[in-house]
């Protein structure tokens, strides 16, 4: 490997991620916190549970940033070739196009990534954090993820609390409490984006939409036409589908049976 790709976005992004988050348990653990106040009393359960849950948190970023979103290949396999020719064959009527960068035939719900230049399937977004698209195959994995960081989060801020000592003259309490008071102020802000992100994704999942569609629904051909959201079918079925992958099938058959049922006449 050339030495200048480990200067690329990736390898900055999730590098700094890593220090940081060993930065900030580091921190935790030296300043007289409860979990230092725990381990010194030989109750090692709980800290070592903290520990564990950090590295979880860890991996998960990891995996989730590292591994394929669900990219839509250049060149079909001869099983995706079917499944397109089956595709087309559903309905005339639903707007496939292909895309202009990767020239493949964009499956509904796909979209070109710019940033990693490629077509996504069930397309979210881009994370700038994760240096990497969140899409079909690492959603659920992400959506875990940012529920696993947010407990770190909000008890490594109960933590960093428990350390703060605010009866003291300003000098000496800035010496021995203001590097655990900066890392508080991070941690609430990390606490809140957390939060805002998850509440935001099982939205999302719960009606069955992604980021990309929500925000910009009166520019996607598949969705400015219909009134409501043609792939929602209900909290239980969304959540199967999205975390399960039941029950399957393609986007385009199920757009199709809700453009029949929205077209059929009233009896």
């Known amino acids: 490997m050339a030495p200048w790709a480990l200067l690329s976005p990736g390898v900055l992004v999730r590098t700094g991620h890593t220090v940081l988050t060993w930065g900030i348990t580091l921190v935790l653990f030296l300043h007289d916190t409860e979990l230092r106040q725990w381990e010194e009393q030989g ?31 250049v060149q079909p396999q001869p099983q995706e070739e079917i499944k397109e020719e089956q595709t087309a064959m559903v309905s005339p009527a ?23 230049r490629r077509c996504v399937r069930r397309y979210d977004h881009h994370c700038p954090w994760m ?11 992400f959506v875990v993820y940012l529920v696993l960081q947010l407990l770190v989060l909000l008890w490594g801020l109960y933590l960093a609390w428990s350390g703060l000592r605010f009866f003291q003259p300003w000098g000496l309490w800035l010496r021995s409490s203001g590097l655990l008071f ?16 998850l ?14 569609e929500f925000m910009s629904s009166h520019r996607i051909a598949y969705l400015r036409q219909r009134p409501n959201n043609p792939f929602d079918q209900g909290l239980t079925r969304n959540l199967a589908h999205f975390f399960c992958g039941w029950p399957s099938g393609s986007w385009e058959t199920l757009w199709a049976e809700e453009e029949e049922e929205g077209s059929s006449p009233a009896v």
């Open 43 to 73: 109750e090692l359960l709980l800290p070592l549970t903290f520990l564990l849950l950090v590295l979880g948190s860890l991996l998960l970023y990891l995996a989730v940033s590292l591994m394929d979103p669900g990219y839509v290949n």
């Open 94 to 116: 639903i707007p496939l196009r292909r895309c202009r960068y990767c020239l493949v035939l964009q499956p509904l719900r796909a979209r070109h990534c710019h940033e990693c």
């Open 131 to 141: 240096e990497n698209c969140v899409g079909e195959r690492n959603h659920p994995l």
């Open 182 to 197: 900066a890392t508080f102020l991070l941690l609430s802000l990390f606490s809140l984006v957390a939060s805002l992100l």
């Open 199 to 212: 509440a935001s994704h099982l939205y999302l999942v719960a009606s069955n939409t992604t980021t990309w």
